[in-house]
């Protein structure tokens, strides 16, 4: 069974496309740690007494990429003023994932948001939370960016505030944009990104003309799937691999090294930063918009606490999520996110000898050899699956035989799939370009998470039927 995204519910009708092409696409992506065992918090001030609504408002309106392109450079009118009204009428024009506000020079500029890669578009309007499966970061840029610095000059005028403004933006996207190119489509370089930006960046944030840290550019671009944001508030360190501790605020506004001039504009983002983190911890995870077998589920919810309950958790009202980061060795997924961050990146060290990790309140990258086994609420709407988006659909995570190995799915139509519980895809034998997903990648291995192989097929059809009520 499979269904067109037409239905009245959160999943099943994001507008075709998605969000548009990866290189508008920000980041944050959310996750946590530990060795197989619980431990204390490791996040600090996570609501910070910040107001839900006030942080919506500003990761929808907001300045935290803190530049862009001056709306002059693209021949378009700037806001009589920065009311909602106004700035709602523009998202009209340029979409609802794309913020516009004046920078630190006062010139109006237009720039991605967190959005672009947290929420879903769907007629036209944001569904925020959920990661992004559709945006394509795959394109490899062939901009000249001196001849488009040069063009720009020109027609703003090298001594214009817009073009000041425009440089400051410029600068770091000939950084970073060569070196944030997947291979296949749908999956994320959020880190690459912060690594690529932060390659030109001193400790305290100005601009470097030389890199500070080396990045690797003969490995892979280091990708991931989008998590969904209702499941933060029950992590005790953020990220896939659990690296992230410390101050929250600091923690979730990365994504600013995109344009942040320096620590003062930094500290003053971060202030702001406060309301987003409440109105993270605000979010809930939707319901499965489609029947449930209740009977079936029942059964599958006694072996889901069986099999599944030491690493993902248990659910209700007294569910406890045991906060768990699983070795390499044990879990068998594609190590080379994990390896990546742990030994091959000097972006970590960069992070923590910087203003992110030497002013309180401090946070800190500790990148593990492992991966967070995550929460499950709401975990039918976060297809595909593993921490590289290697299986599209839950039936797959359950059965490692029924996992393809290479495989094609529609970015601008996709259709979902209620039975097994993910997204419609095509087995194929060759690869057909970037929306193939071709396992055999380094980094996009489907391998490992074997542990419902040993189940039989009426255990594995309860616990799917349960997963859907998470």
């Known amino acids: 069974m499979k269904n067109r995204f037409s239905n009245p519910s959160l999943f099943p009708s994001p507008s075709r496309g998605g969000s548009g092409r990866g290189s508008q696409c920000i980041l944050f992506i959310l996750f946590f740690f530990i060795s197989c065992s619980d431990s204390g918090d490791l996040i600090t001030n996570r609501s910070a007494g910040g107001d839900p609504a006030r942080g919506f408002e500003y990761l929808y309106y907001g300045d935290y990429i803190a530049a862009g392109t001056p709306l002059k450079a693209l021949g378009l009118p700037e806001p009589a003023d920065d009311d909602t009204a106004t700035l709602n009428a523009f998202k009209k024009t340029i979409g609802p994932t794309q913020n516009v506000f004046r920078d630190a020079n006062g010139v109006w500029v237009v720039s991605g948001s967190c959005f672009t890669c947290h929420a ?59 070196k944030i190119v997947a291979e296949c489509a749908g999956l994320n370089p959020a880190f690459r990104i912060e690594e690529a930006a932060a390659a030109f960046r001193y400790p305290d944030l100005t601009y470097s003309e030389k890199s500070v840290l080396a990045i690797k550019d003969t490995l892979p671009v280091p990708v991931s799937d989008i998590p969904p944001l209702w499941n933060v508030k029950k992590k005790k360190r953020l990220y896939y691999n659990g690296q992230g501790t410390g101050d929250f605020r600091k923690l979730l506004m990365q994504a600013g090294m995109i344009g942040i001039r320096d620590t003062i504009e930094a500290k003053k983002i971060w202030q702001k930063f406060a309301d987003v983190a409440a109105w993270i911890e605000s979010l809930q995870a939707p319901k499965w918009p489609y029947v449930i077998d209740q009977e079936l589920a029942e059964v599958g919810k006694d072996y889901f606490e069986r099999e599944c309950r030491k690493c993902h958790g248990s659910y209700g009202w007294d569910g406890e999520y045991p906060n768990k980061i699983i070795p390499l060795k044990r879990i068998e997924t594609d190590p080379y996110y994990a390896e990546y961050w742990k030994t091959m990146s000097e972006f970590p060290k960069w992070f923590n000898q910087s203003w992110f990790g030497l002013s309180e309140p401090s946070a800190q990258l500790m990148p593990e050899e492992g991966y967070v086994a995550p929460p499950l609420d709401g975990v039918w709407a976060s297809a595909p699956y593993f921490h590289n988006g290697s299986v599209p659909n839950l039936a797959a995570a359950l059965n490692s035989s029924l996992r393809p190995k290479l495989w ?63």
């Open 120 to 178: 879903i578009v769907r007629d036209g309007k944001l569904e925020p939370g959920l990661g992004n499966p559709f945006a394509d970061w795959s394109q490899k840029n062939t901009t000249n960016f001196e001849e488009k610095r040069a063009k720009i000059a020109e027609f703003l005028g090298e001594s214009s505030i817009e073009y000041q403004s425009f440089f400051e933006s410029w600068r770091y996207q000939k950084a970073f944009v060569p």
């Open 408 to 470: 094609d799915r529609d970015l601008q139509h996709p259709e979902y799939d209620s039975i097994r519980v993910g997204w419609q895809y095509e087995k194929i034998a060759e690869p057909r370009g970037s929306s193939t997903y071709d396992t055999r990648r380094r980094g996009y291995s489907n391998q490992g998470h074997t542990f419902g192989d040993g189940l039989s097929e009426e255990e594995r059809r309860a616990i799917l039927e349960y997963l859907k009520t998470l």
